[in-house]
């Protein structure tokens, strides 16, 4: 990757994680979270390292991400309240855990080997075609187990969430009964986490 | 492009037969069940049931079989073959058992069935896998199956929590089997059991990393085995599952576990046992006391049943903790008595529910002789095989694992275990003096109408006598299952496998 390539992307990464700390409305620090994920997809792929940046897309930006947005939208996060006192205490704990982090880069850097002396992998090591040949080969079964599991968890998510009217064989006025001694009504979705709300 | 070597594999596709046709059967059932009227779900479990049968011929077909396929990822031999058959005809009659009650509560017969073959298909994975990662997908399959399953009364609190506690305690507990396997490929560099027993004949045997690893196994395996300290779930998901849900997650889930569970570590971590027996030492003496003491002060029948099968793991542990072939032979021995027993006594439970209040108060089981002597008969039968009187089939599973530990020199353990029979005779007799000796108690709902569920009953009652009766050919088959799993250990086996 050429350097001028590289300190762009650096850029962009360094600009969006600020994104990610500086912004007030949850998405939009998720975006910028998202974006910052991207980016480092692209660098992985730049330095060769095509599926980790494949599977760092796929996986963060696509169901990662996802699910945090879900998360914020159930939970329906308005922009946060900032300048409360007891935030003093996060915001100290926040400095000495990014304190500790830099201190731990520093370390490493300094001690990190020259590329010279690393070991070089095999050619085709880490790439796509080297990752289908195990999954192929080797790994045939669980793979080919993790699809069933898949297809098991999307009936199990089906059949729970369907609307219980369509489910079985009571018509309505059977359904409205409870089934068992501990029974009780399915419950109401209830308005007040639509109208309430932190903002 | 790198060019896949697929010669090296040996895809050959007898040894996954029986799991093919499970899986395959589980995804006809679920297209099928599409055209099914609900009022016709009947069929639906008819259609069930001889799709499971055939998988059952295919694998009895593999008796005496041996070999690894896939590129040591499927490992086949009696010992996965007899767990094959046993968790088959298990479901086969938690089937039985649904075949009424689905319709009768709502449950919706086309998932249903899809999820149990599903759930089915991993236990098998797990009697049959060569590899940890085998082993894991197989354990998920179990698992994402039986959490749904458990859920399945929506309308119902209990259900609901039984599900969510299973779920978030079950889904804690793969963590702990994956971190487990983590460690164990860090430590070895290999994921295939045949060479992590061969990896412990050097000096690997005491690394820390690789003992840590087992012991996060451990932990994984006996939280689906409901092993104290790791039992807390247990009664509460048992309670609140449809019925024919808790005897499928009382016998199936815990077939499944065993086999990997005995499999890891009483064949291939066979070298390492000094480690980790007395740690199965402590926890079968903890699981059976606490296990039986709990049971004593029981009212609901479901919670009793489950703390009884806490209990019954802690004798099954007994045996592992014996680490050995005879130990082996006898916890599969136990492990098909244990699974029909068990599964009659639920069936006797499903009987006696009904909509609206559900009759498993072990008060409602007052006075059932005079009224239904023969429910009350085989009941009393299934209990006192629980109890393990000869000479039906929980006595001489009992009698073969205690006197492998015995063997072993574990006198103790066995003490302990023995004295826990005698308290569990407490409570399961105290259900049979309720049917016998007391007055009141529920109706059951009309039997007449039920032919699944009779039929049910009648094959649980008739393998627990005849297991009993006739231990020898199963006995043999079970040492026999037990020591070709031995077998496959050798040195030159684990050197073909790469």
């Given amino acids: 990757m050429p350097l001028g390539l590289f300190i762009f992307l650096a850029a962009i990464a360094v600009l969006s994680a600020l994104g990610v700390i500086l912004q007030r409305n949850p998405v939009h620090c998720l975006l910028a979270l998202v974006l910052t994920l991207l980016d480092m997809a692209v660098m992985f792929i730049g330095l060769g390292a095509v599926t980790v940046g494949f599977l760092q897309a796929i996986v963060y930006v696509g169901a990662i991400m996802v699910l945090f947005l879900f998360v914020i939208w159930l939970l329906n996060l308005q922009a946060e309240d900032r300048g409360g006192s007891r935030q003093l205490a996060l915001k100290f704990f926040g400095v000495v855990g990014a304190a500790v982090l830099i201190a731990e880069l520093f370390v490493f850097l300094v001690k990190a080997p020259s590329p010279a002396g690393m070991n070089h992998p095999p050619p085709l090591f880490g790439s796509i075609a080297s990752l289908a040949g195990a999954l192929f080969t080797n790994y045939l079964i669980a793979f080919e187990a993790t699809s069933l599991l898949l297809l098991v968890a999307v009936i199990g998510a089906v059949a729970l969430a369907r609307h219980p009217a369509a489910a079985g064989s009571l018509s309505p006025a059977q359904g409205a009964q409870p089934v068992a001694s501990g029974g009780s009504e399915a419950r109401p979705v209830t308005p007040e986490h639509k109208a309430g709300g932190m903002g | ?498």
């Fill in chain 2, 1 to 498: 492009m790198a060019q896949l070597n697929l010669a090296a594999i040996s895809y050959s596709w007898l040894p996954i037969c029986p799991l093919a046709i499970v899986a395959v059967s589980a995804m006809i059932v679920l297209l099928v069940g599409v055209h099914v009227r609900d009022d016709e779900s009947e069929s639906l479990g008819a259609l069930t049931l001889v799709l499971l049968s055939f998988a059952f011929m295919f694998t009895l077909g593999l008796l005496g079989r041996s070999g690894i396929a896939f590129a040591g990822a499927i490992s086949i031999d009696n010992f996965a073959t007899f767990f094959e058959l046993t968790i088959l005809l298990s479901v086969a009659l938690v089937v039985l058992m649904s075949i009424e009650y689905a319709p009768a509560l709502g449950i919706s017969a086309a998932e249903y069935y899809a999820l149990l073959l599903f759930s089915t298909l991993g236990m098998m994975l797990m009697a049959t896998a060569g590899d940890l990662i085998v082993i894991f997908v197989g354990f998920e399959l179990m698992s994402i199956g039986v959490y749904v399953l458990a859920g399945f009364l929506r309308r119902n609190v209990k259900s609901s929590e039984a599900a969510i506690k299973y779920f978030i305690l079950g889904a804690f507990s793969t963590g702990f089997l994956l971190y487990g396997i983590a460690l164990i490929y860090g430590a070895t560099g290999t994921i295939k059991l045949a060479a992590i027993s061969a990896a412990l004949a050097g000096p690997l045997a005491t690394n820390p990393l690789l003992l840590s690893g087992l012991g996060l196994l451990l932990i994984g395996f006996a939280f689906k085995v409901a092993a104290v300290p790791f039992h807390m779930w247990t009664p509460d998901a048992y309670e609140g599952a449809p019925t024919p849900v808790t005897a499928f997650m009382a016998v199936g889930v815990k077939l499944g576990a065993f086999a990997a569970f005995l499999r890891i570590f009483m064949v291939h971590l066979n070298l390492a046992s000094a480690h980790w027996s007395w740690v199965l030492w402590v926890i079968a003496a903890l699981t059976m006391t606490l296990g039986n003491l709990s049971a004593l002060v029981q009212t609901n029948i479901k919670r009793m049943l489950a703390y009884s099968a806490i209990a019954h793991a802690g004798y099954i542990l007994v045996g592992m903790a014996a680490a050995g072939p005879q130990a082996g032979g006898a916890i599969l021995y136990y492990l098909l008595g244990y699974a029909f027993t068990n599964l009659g006594a639920f069936a006797v439970v499903i009987a006696l529910e009904r909509r609206g209040t559900a009759g498993d108060r072990i008060s409602d089981y007052r006075g059932l002789a005079a009224r239904h002597p023969a429910l009350a008969g085989v009941m009393t039968l299934f209990l006192l095989s629980l109890t393990g009187v000869p000479p039906l089939a929980g006595f001489l599973g009992k009698f073969y694992i205690f006197s492998a530990a015995l063997n072993m020199g574990m006198i103790w353990l066995v003490i302990i275990a023995v004295l826990n029979s005698v308290v569990s005779a407490y409570y399961y007799i105290r259900v049979i003096v309720a049917m016998y000796m007391q007055e009141g108690g529920a109706e059951p709902s009309p039997l007449d109408s039920r032919p699944a569920l009779i039929a049910a009953l009648t094959v649980a009652a008739i393998a627990t006598v005849l297991i009993g009766l006739y231990p020898n050919p199963y006995m043999a088959g079970a040492l026999h299952a037990f020591t070709s799993a031995f077998g496959a250990v050798s040195p030159t086996a684990a050197l073909l496998v790469r």
